[in-house]
C-alpha cells in the first residue's frame, strides 16, 4: 500500500536522514567548541 511512488518515498526519507545528520553533526560541534 503505497500512497505515493517510491522513488518520492525514498527522496523523502534521504533528506529528513541527511537532515537529521547534519543537526547531529552540528551539536557534536556545538559541543566540542563550547
Known amino acids: ?8 518515498q525514498v527522496q523523502d526519507t534521504k533528506v529528513k536522514l541527511s ?3 547534519t543537526g547531529f553533526a552540528e551539536q557534536k560541534q556545538g ?3 563550547h
Open 1 to 8: 500500500m503505497h500512497s505515493y511512488p517510491d522513488e518520492l
Open 19 to 21: 537532515r537529521h545528520v
Open 31 to 33: 559541543v566540542i567548541l
